[in-house]
């Protein structure tokens, strides 16, 4: 088992920048993938970035060149650095852990509201 609990959400302009946190129960070292989701309203769950054990990272093209995951294993937190953001971003952005063996972990979210 492992809990997710994400942060820096927030309201911003268009153009500005946002960097949310996933701060996980436990050593993510293990952990087979994390990533980044986003649900906007009216609109299924998609995936924004992965990070991958291996350190392989697919990012979604709405995202390619502004958006950025990363990962602290000594501090079990893994980052999504968004930049240039529009307003097409606003959504509740949910962090997503997945273990192999133990199966997929969600966080409850953060809001993110981008303002034209």
């Known amino acids: 088992q492992v809990q997710l609990v994400e942060s820096g959400g927030g309201l911003v302009q268009a153009g500005g920048s946002l960097r949310l946190s996933c701060a996980a129960s436990?050593?993510?070292?293990?952990?087979?993938?994390m990533g980044w989701y986003r649900q906007a309203p009216g609109k299924q769950r998609e995936l924004v970035a992965a990070?991958?054990?291996?350190?392989?990272?697919n990012y979604a093209d709405s995202v390619k060149g502004r958006f950025t995951i990363s990962r602290d294993n000594a501090k079990n937190t893994v980052y999504l650095q968004m930049n240039s953001l529009k307003p097409e971003d606003t959504a509740v952005y949910y962090c997503?852990?997945?273990?192999?063996?133990?199966?997929?972990?969600w966080g409850k979210g953060t809001l993110v509201t981008v303002s034209s």
């Open positions: 997503n852990a997945v273990d192999f063996i133990w199966g997929e972990f």
């Open positions: 436990r050593s993510i070292y293990s952990l087979n993938t």
């Open positions: 990070l991958t054990k291996g350190s392989t990272i």
